[in-house]
Structures are given as structure tokens and as C-alpha cells.
């Protein structure tokens, strides 16, 4: 049997996330988000140098479940919602976690 895998592949998941409130008390929560699964050779390539990972593996997120509001008190959208939940620090590592668990498991599940 041949094995047989997409280049193109993406996968959606969960992305649990622990923050402060604005009283300074820890909160959990967590939102959907799709990712694309690139290749090595594609996250390592020199013309990429200059990108944020999350720049060329997030897809999207479930705006339902993450609400971020921004300077005009109005809840972002679209890709307004995508580039301020990545250059948030909090949201952006749990995004990365998210990322590189979702990819390890995938790889898990193959061998």
C-alpha cells in the first residue's frame, strides 16, 4: 500500500488560552482556529525571513468565539480580528502552542 498524504493540508482545533482579566485575576477560555500545515523546507525558506509564522500558518479563526475589540469600541472582524490576535502576545503563543501540537499529534498519528 502506498502511503498517501496531502501538501495541502489543514487541520482546525481548539485553542485553549489562560489570560488577565482586566482585575488582574487569571481567566481561562478558548476559541476555534484553522491552520495550514506548511512544509519545513516552506517555513525555513529565505524569502520568508522577514514573516511571523503565524503570518503564513493561520487560516482563520471562529470570530463567534474570540472577540476583540478595537480602538472605536467595535468587535473586530475578518482580517482586522486575525492580525490583532496575532500581534497579541497572550493569544500568539497560545496560537503557537496550538500550532505545534496540532502538527506533532498529526505526525504522531502517521508513524
Known amino acids: 500500500m502506498t502511503l498517501r498524504l496531502n501538501t495541502h493540508r489543514t487541520f482546525a482545533k481548539s485553542v485553549n488560552i489562560e489570560y488577565l482579566d482586566d482585575n488582574g485575576k487569571t481567566q481561562k477560555g478558548a ?22 509564522v503565524l503570518d503564513m500558518v493561520l ?38 502552542d496550538t500550532y505545534n501540537e496540532g502538527v506533532a499529534k498529526k505526525a504522531r498519528n502517521r508513524i
Open 59 to 96: 487560516v482563520s479563526i471562529k470570530e463567534d468565539e474570540l472577540e476583540l475589540i478595537g480602538a472605536d469600541g467595535q468587535p473586530l472582524k475578518g482580517a482586522e480580528l486575525l492580525e490583532a490576535a496575532k500581534a497579541d502576545p497572550t493569544i500568539a503563543n497560545a496560537l503557537m
Open 31 to 52: 476559541f476555534g482556529a484553522t491552520f495550514k500545515i506548511l512544509p519545513n523546507t516552506e517555513l525555513m525558506d529565505d524569502s520568508n525571513s522577514g514573516k511571523r
